[in-house]
């Protein structure tokens, strides 16, 4: 897997992770005459939390009017505080969506650079190997030929001292 891939793979899971805790943390900081939500109120307001969070620009409105509503139903804020809370918890979701993805961005930017840099290295080293290759070939082919050729000598050379044998 490709060092861009890994850092996407990491990423997915943070921004999950991230979307599940502020969920919980906005469901946590609703309060009824100081006491927390009921747990059915809790349970309803994380998930429509939740489908506002990662709806689409289309299903936003419907998806913010729905946890207005719960605030409002839950009788934890009356409408014009439930409003403005849910304006809030939008615009800290975005800006902590910004940053991770900003994260995500630059952590793929620098793995296709390392990669780059990798793949340039792996390039200039397998050149060098493959001239190292060839140079011992040559070596090789230079030693065999002045093996050979001095093997010849030798042999040449004790075939010339024998002494011929005389004929009896």
């Known amino acids: 897997m490709t060092a861009a891939g890994e850092a996407a793979t990491r990423v997915v899971p943070t921004l999950a992770q991230e979307t599940k805790d502020i969920v919980s943390g906005y469901a946590d900081e609703v309060t009824v005459a100081e006491k927390p939500?009921?747990?059915?109120?809790?349970?309803?307001?994380?998930?429509?939390?939740?489908?506002?969070?990662?709806?689409?620009?289309?299903?936003?409105?419907a998806a913010r009017t729905a946890v207005v509503n719960t605030l409002v139903g839950s009788g934890a804020m009356p409408a014009e505080n439930a409003n403005a809370t849910v304006d809030e918890w939008i615009k800290s979701y975005d800006t902590a969506k910004a940053e991770i993805e900003q994260a995500a961005a630059t952590a793929a930017a620098k793995a296709r650079e390392a990669a780059d840099q990798a793949a340039a290295t792996g390039g200039i080293a397998s050149i060098w190997i493959f001239i190292a290759f060839w140079v011992g070939a040559v070596v090789s082919v230079c030693s065999g030929y002045v093996g050979a050729v001095g093997w010849h000598r030798k042999v040449a050379t004790v075939e010339v001292r024998q002494r011929p044998v005389p004929a009896t």
């Open 37 to 61: 939500l009921a747990p059915r109120a809790r349970r309803e307001l994380a998930a429509n939390v939740k489908t506002l969070l990662t709806a689409d620009a289309s299903q936003r409105p």
